[in-house]
């Protein structure tokens, strides 16, 4: 099986479409990234990207945006995991650690520690859930309207919290977050972040991006004063509701599993759980 690195995005998603495209609510990650990096060049400072084939088919697919982990998509063949695995020890001996769906993560971090002799554990496990059609929440005061570049300091500080509470495993670059702000509510932006308003206070979060074959809804932030009241319930269906009703075959997000309440909420709207997706960290004892 051969690994061979892909120049850009643009490329990838061509090159990597057949695996790809054969589960887009699985590998709604790496198809969310790609488009951004195809959409706005500059959202991180460094993408890499890789497909594995065997015999000219492509049968695997991953990238990675340092110092983020690697991402692997769901593999139409095994062994891509493992070739992913010599690859990227020869190619990148420092990687932090792989996000991927299981039973793939789980692979590729054994894998790591048998060839690097580096240990590994499971940083989040969340799960990975698809909807088509919602269902709506109990109606609660307020209403939804898109962030603004005048909503940038509150966008800073909630996403700032968000990844303080919900991704505390995961490398950070605030350059990166800078980036990602800009390219949702600047110039010529095709993603968004969008709030729930109550009168002139806003109570509650969530951004939305379109991806082939749908929509990734995501990250999803209410401030712990606000919560339980179902703010991020209506947020959520609507957010969800308007990208099915713009043609979006169906809407994906990550939840944590270690949370049931939020579990909870997006089964009531509609959304499934598909995948388990595991981000592993390397570098601890397994």
């Known amino acids: 099986m051969q690994v061979t690195q892909i120049p850009d995005a643009a490329a990838f998603l061509t090159a990597a479409a057949p695996v790809l495209m054969r589960d887009p609510a699985a590998n709604n990650l790496p198809l969310g990234i790609a488009q951004q990096l195809v959409d706005r060049p500059g959202s991180y400072d460094q993408a890499h990207f890789w497909v594995a084939d065997e015999a000219g088919e492509v049968?695997?697919?991953?990238?990675?945006?340092?110092p983020y982990p690697a991402i692997l998509a769901d593999p139409v063949h095994h062994g891509a995991v493992d070739a992913f695995v010599a690859a990227l020890a020869a190619a990148q001996p420092a990687l932090p650690g792989v996000t991927a769906n299981e039973p793939w993560a789980r692979?590729?971090?054994?894998?790591?520690?048998?060839?690097?002799?580096?240990?590994?554990r499971l940083g989040l496990g969340q799960g990975v859930y698809a909807l088509t059609r919602v269902r709506a929440p109990r109606l609660v005061p307020g209403a939804a309207r898109s962030a603004t570049a005048d909503d940038r300091g509150l966008l800073e500080r909630w996403l700032n919290a968000f990844g303080d509470e919900a991704l505390q495993a995961m490398p950070r670059d605030e350059g990166d977050m800078d980036r990602a702000i800009e390219a949702r509510i600047g110039p010529g932006a095709t993603a968004g972040f969008t709030l729930w308003q109550v009168g002139d206070r806003p109570v509650s979060l969530t951004g939305w991006m379109p991806i082939a074959g749908g929509a990734r809804i995501g990250p999803v932030y209410t401030p712990p004063q606000e919560r339980g009241r179902g703010y991020a319930s209506n947020l959520v269906a609507h957010v969800s509701g308007r990208a099915l009703d713009r043609g979006a075959g169906a809407c994906y997000l990550y939840t944590d599993l270690g949370n049931p309440t939020s579990n909870a909420i997006y089964r009531r709207l509609g959304y499934r759980q598909v995948a388990e997706s595991s981000m592993i960290v390397f570098g601890d004892a397994g």
């Open 107 to 120: 692979r590729f971090a054994e894998g790591w520690k048998s060839a690097t002799g580096v240990g590994w």
């Open 59 to 66: 049968v695997g697919a991953a990238l990675r945006t340092p």
